[in-house]
């Protein structure tokens, strides 16, 4: 259960660092519940167990296309940013009735962090650095890998849960100007993110 619980806490490492995925996770989920908000940090587990199963498993013509193309992926995921931080700008925060058909847009939520998440190439050298430094042999430890990358998933998604619980329980103490508030500034943020993610490209 070693690699495992290696696993589990390269997860938790990951995910806990605040950035444009955790806006986004607490900013859904004080406007369309905590489901929405765990959902979102699920397809960022998600891609990040995509990318440690790449680094774990040892394939690196993957590894290889994405890093010698990550100006193209970044510039992209950049844009993506720019635009969902526009979009949170000018949304309006859902008001009780609204929040009950929060299931309704649930894919969006997901599919738009796991995109995010997987337009990161450099993620994917942090797995290849983090399990290099956890001497993990690829060649003979295939089992070991595996495990490895279920920590690595369960880890990061036990982080968004708790994230999003947590936020959940302050939800109910904001009004609707505050969560507007909260709309904008999380939206410049995340706008933020996605320029600077540009910028470093040239």
């Known amino acids: 259960?070693?690699?495992?619980?290696?696993?589990?806490?390269?997860?938790?490492?990951?995910?806990?660092?605040?950035?444009?995925?955790?806006?986004?996770?607490?900013?859904?989920?004080?406007?369309?519940?905590?489901?929405?908000?765990f959902l979102?940090?699920?397809?960022?587990?998600?891609?990040?167990?995509?990318?440690?199963?790449?680094?774990?498993?040892?394939?690196?013509?993957?590894?290889?296309?994405?890093?010698?193309?990550?100006?193209?992926?970044?510039?992209?995921?950049?844009?993506?940013?720019?635009?969902?931080?526009?979009?949170?700008i000018i949304s309006k925060p859902a008001n009780k009735s609204a929040k009950s058909k929060e299931g309704i847009r649930i894919l969006d939520d997901y599919l738009s962090t796991l995109l995010l998440t997987i337009t990161n190439p450099m993620t994917i050298m942090s797995f290849l650095a983090i399990f290099a430094g956890l001497g993990l042999n690829i060649e003979k430890s295939n089992i070991k890998a595996f495990l490895m990358v279920i920590g690595v998933f369960l880890g990061s998604s036990l982080w968004w849960l708790i994230?999003?619980?947590?936020?959940?329980?302050?939800?109910?103490?904001?009004?609707?100007?505050?969560?507007?508030?909260?709309?904008?500034?999380s939206g410049i943020i995340i706008v933020g993110f996605g320029i600077t993610a540009i910028i470093k490209l040239f």
């Open 40 to 88: 979102s940090g699920l397809g960022a587990a998600t891609a990040d167990a995509i990318y440690g199963f790449i680094a774990a498993f040892g394939l690196t013509f993957i590894s290889n296309f994405l890093i010698s193309n990550q100006a193209i992926i970044r510039l992209f995921g950049g844009m993506f940013l720019i635009y969902l931080g526009g979009k949170i």
């Open 163 to 185: 994230l999003s619980n947590g936020i959940n329980l302050f939800k109910d103490k904001l009004n609707q100007q505050t969560l507007k508030y909260i709309n904008y500034v």
């Open 1 to 37: 259960m070693i690699p495992f619980l290696k696993g589990l806490l390269v997860g938790l490492s990951v995910a806990a660092p605040v950035g444009p995925i955790g806006l986004l996770c607490i900013q859904r989920t004080l406007n369309k519940g905590k489901l929405s908000g």
